[in-house]
């Protein structure tokens, strides 16, 4: 059903007694962060959803676009983008607004670039880059190849690639980007199919967003290297990583 929310709990832990015992459910910590998992628009493999699976500390719901931005977003602490939506509608902007001006925390991934490419404040001010789906006076069309070996280096002291490895995954670059040259770059290639920049933390005031271009399939969702810094990325949005 359309609008329907779902609410994923999968911290269940591997039962000690076997296969035939239930696992237990992990109890949530009272002070989960409360993540917003926004997709629609764009197919993906359910192997994504894993990425978030497994931490008493996060309750993690997922919505599709267009109700998942509907409504008002103050329950949340962070939002996570894996949809892809060219244009958003009056009252999902004004939602979305209230919600990164009042200091929450939005974590924007792959496709997600082509978001909101109708609202120039989105991705100028708050996300820092925009996929030109298509060449625009002044810039080119980018470009997207999939199934590329990427080899990945976290860049800068930034707490979310802190602790983290080079990572060597099978991904899909994206080049012919624009960002905004003021970002702090916490991820780098020298692929020449991808935008030197793989990932970086937006210069916008008001919240904490940070935008990683990995993230296209299973080959990089069950790369232990992304999921701990998809972990990592998370947590800084939430206020939770210093
Ligand atoms: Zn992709």
């Not at 008001?206 to 947590?235: C, F, M, W």
């Amino acid at each position: 059903m359309a609008g329907t929310m779902k609410t994923i709990l999968l911290a269940f832990g591997m039962s000690i007694l076997g296969a035939a015992q239930p696992a237990p459910v992990k109890q949530l910590k009272p002070d989960a962060l409360r993540i917003l998992i926004v997709t629609g628009g764009h197919p993906h493999q359910t192997t994504f959803y894993s990425v978030f699976e497994g931490y008493d500390d996060w309750m993690v719901m997922t919505d599709a676009q267009p109700a998942a931005l509907a409504g008002s977003l103050q329950r949340y602490d962070v939002l996570v983008f894996y949809d892809l939506q060219e244009q958003i509608p009056e009252a999902a902007r004004k939602n979305l607004k209230e919600f990164v001006e009042s200091g929450k925390g939005v974590v924007s991934l792959h496709h997600a670039i082509v978001d909101f490419t109708d609202w120039p404040w989105w991705y100028q001010e708050v996300i820092g880059g925009k996929f030109y789906i298509k060449a625009e006076p002044g810039h080119p069309a980018s470009a997207a190849k999939g199934n590329i070996q990427m080899h990945v280096r976290p860049k800068s002291n930034h707490p979310i690639v802190r602790g983290i490895p080079d990572l060597h995954v099978l991904d899909e670059p994206y080049r012919t980007m624009w960002v905004r040259p003021d970002v702090q770059v916490i991820l780098e290639t020298d692929n020449p199919l991808a935008n030197r920049q793989v990932g970086w933390v937006s210069p916008y005031e008001k919240s904490r967003v940070v935008y990683i271009q990995l993230g296209h399939d299973r080959h990089t969702h069950l790369e232990p290297g992304y999921r701990s810094l998809i972990r990592n990325a998370v947590q800084w949005a939430g206020g939770r990583l210093k």
